[in-house]
């Protein structure tokens, strides 16, 4: 008796890791890209992720590229490696210029990315870890001087 208690101990035990198992799996393939923070310039060149699919994107704001017609501003983004255009309609942070980092909420619409939202560096050092690791793999990352 005391043997068939400890096998369906085991087997109980078994069948938890099991599920457990399943369904790290099940979120991992569920997940695909959503756990990418942002895309940068060269990444949306490279995977081509389908049109209207809702990404973050991030990098330089280009310098001499921004175009404001109304409420509706035209720019585009860098890494280094590829530039992107992007569209938003609505009001830019007050600290949004020309070669400074930004990550854009939006889709990708016929090659233009439209934004929904934009985040700007919040001081004159501050810039997104993850737009700096992407322009530092590209090479172009300036550390700030102190």
């Not at 979120?27 to 699919?53: C, L, N, R």
């Not at 991030?58 to 175009?67: H, K």
């Not at 919040?122 to 992407?134: F, G, I, N, S």
């Amino acid at each position: 008796m005391a043997g068939l208690k400890k096998q369906r101990r085991i087997q109980l035990i078994g069948l938890g890791f099991a599920c457990l198992a399943a369904a790290f799996i099940a979120i991992y393939f569920a997940a695909g890209d959503a756990f990418q923070y942002f895309y940068s310039p060269s990444d949306i060149v490279e995977k081509q992720p389908q049109d209207g699919k809702v990404i973050r994107i991030g990098g330089l704001v280009e310098v001499g590229s921004i175009e404001q017609s109304g409420a509706t501003i035209s720019f585009s983004v860098t890494d280094g490696g590829a530039t992107l255009p992007v569209t938003f309609t609505g009001i830019v942070p007050d600290l949004f210029t020309e070669g400074q980092g930004m990550i854009a909420t939006g889709a990708l619409e016929n090659g233009v990315f439209q934004a929904d939202e934009i985040l700007a560096k919040h001081d004159e050092e501050y810039m997104p870890k993850e737009v700096a690791d992407a322009l530092k793999k590209q090479g172009v990352f300036k550390p700030a001087t102190e």
